[in-house]
């Protein structure tokens, strides 16, 4: 049975935001999995900031993907084919490194097989039972370290890892405000998710709306963004205040450093500890992560949305692009082909 | 009997370096002790880089010295006069704030009482025995978290504190690089003191030397400089590095913010983890760290030197911009008046 793949190859770094022309889709025949390998039809594909830094040449936490490479990212698909023990036809895998496109051989030994969870949709398996789960579970619980009490505020409030980062704090007991893009988002946030106050920043300046929702002070900034709302924030970090740092989508877009609060010092001066993370350090104890945030689901306590970009493959340059305008509604995914 | 105190009185916040005519020294006769109170004549003054910061309006861990105050200061004095139980003339003594002047009436619940060391001056309780110390004693271990074989720098390394934190480094296992001005300090750090190379900043470019000295990259960053030698150190921190920011002197003597490295996103890319301290944090755990300092000493492992300007009062503002020139050569002290 021949299969005919799709790909997107990395042409050329892109200058500014992506856009399509800065990769190719290709069509190529699907070679057969070998040994201790498994063919896997992909079903959805994660779009994550942290996508636009594969494509850079910036110094970062994995090599940058290679210009001619199939651009790399996480997908859930199904088995096709196995030639490995403990994998049939059928399964619901993550594969090592799905990529941006329809089929991956996968090493069997790098697939994970993911158990469906009554309730809960395939999808969650790329974001809150997923990389993104992870992301505000250890984030939050390991490098923000948040007492009972405490001031949380988190930065893309409304995004994937925002969301959760948010809800995680309250259920830890503290007060937790949220930065997010448009009275859509605050009242989300405000409402279904009982966070404590949300700042719109595109309608008002986020300092003086920090000052109004939380005088005493920041304990913890959860950064997901960079640039001036990140120093609006840290500016406002009190005596032994924490930034968590996950990310800084704000300069992601932009060649050379990405530029740091105005007044380090601060960080002398309050006895502040910043510190930076990032995910793949904490796989090995997803287990845990994974057992908390299904029970907290399951209690109703912690709540998120899946955004699923129709259209396959070919759009996902386009949907990758929206991540850094704020246009989606939850974790941003591209279906790539149907669920079995 | 009526004593006659000198003491400085800050006039007017400094720009740039302190000079002595942003203070004065006033003549005033000292009043006697009341009850639970002591009297007591200095010997020695502290001089410290964040005497500087004192003098400013800038945000810090201690409220600015107001204008028209004595100075703050830390000293060693003997007591002359108690009106408290446990406190007789003759103890040597740290009176809860000393500041720049020749008489302190002291809560004597805010004094510690110095029990002498064999063999040991006075000065070394203003220096590795006393604040000096501990900052270099907890900001290394419980900040820069050091392990065996990794590699750590410290700027400002010949100074009172960085000497102290590259030996400590060295006992715990480091391979240490320290950072000074001139040939003799960076001598002296690579000889009596066993650090495994040193950088003069003042002949080299720090960069360039360090990846001559430590390819392998950087795990501890203990800051005591700020600026382009931290830039020149934290852009070489590798994945889990850490730094201590124990101090930012080239930035004091300005005003505005202190500037951070210029790539903040090596934090988020590198995992790293910066932290600032304050040593009065520690001061409730200072027995632990005095026991184990003195026993280094008491072993040869750790040395220090006292660099005590004599000439009374009237020389503090001069001697105190030293530590921003590096003219001098060990913990800087002031001679106040004779030990008794």
Request: with cysteine; aromatic share 6%.
């Amino acid at each position: 049975m021949d299969r005919l793949n799709q790909k997107w190859i990395l042409q050329h770094r892109p200058a500014g935001g992506v856009s399509a022309a800065d990769l190719e889709l290709v069509h190529a025949p699907v070679p057969p999995p070998r040994d201790g390998e498994l063919l896997v039809r992909n079903l959805y594909l994660s779009l994550d900031p942290t996508n636009r830094l594969w494509m850079s040449a910036r110094e970062q936490y994995l090599p940058p993907v290679g210009i001619g490479e199939v651009m790399r990212g996480v997908t859930v698909g199904v088995v096709e084919e196995s030639r490995a023990d403990g994998f049939a036809p059928g399964d619901i895998v993550m594969p090592g490194e799905g990529g941006w496109q329809l089929y991956t051989i996968s090493a069997a030994r790098l697939a994970r097989k993911l158990k469906p969870v009554p309730g809960v949709p395939l999808t969650a398996h790329l974001s809150i039972l997923g990389p993104t789960g992870l992301t505000a579970y250890f984030g939050l619980l390991e490098i923000g370290q948040p007492k009972p009490g405490e001031v949380l505020v988190v930065s893309a409030a409304a995004g994937a890892v925002g969301s959760a980062v948010g809800q995680i704090g309250k259920i830890m007991g503290c007060k937790v405000i949220g930065i997010a893009g448009g009275p859509a988002k605050c009242a989300w946030l405000t409402g279904a998710l009982g966070f404590d106050g949300a700042v719109d920043y595109k309608a008002e300046d986020v300092g003086a709306a920090l000052d109004r929702l939380c005088p005493e002070g920041v304990d913890i900034d959860f950064e997901n963004v960079g640039g001036t709302i990140m120093n609006a924030v840290f500016e406002r970090l009190r005596q032994n205040g924490r930034m968590a740092l996950c990310g800084m989508i704000a300069g992601y877009n932009d060649e050379g450093p990405l530029p740091g609060p105005r007044d380090f010092g601060r960080i002398l001066m309050q006895r502040l500890t910043v510190r930076g993370f990032i995910v793949i350090d904490y796989l090995p104890r997803a287990r845990e992560a994974f057992t908390r945030l299904g029970q907290w689901i399951a209690e109703g306590r912690l709540k998120w949305k899946d955004h699923v970009v129709e259209g396959g493959l070919a759009g996902a340059p386009d949907a990758l692009s929206r991540l850094f305008t704020g246009n989606h509604d939850g974790k941003l995914l591209l279906r790539i082909s149907p669920e079995p």
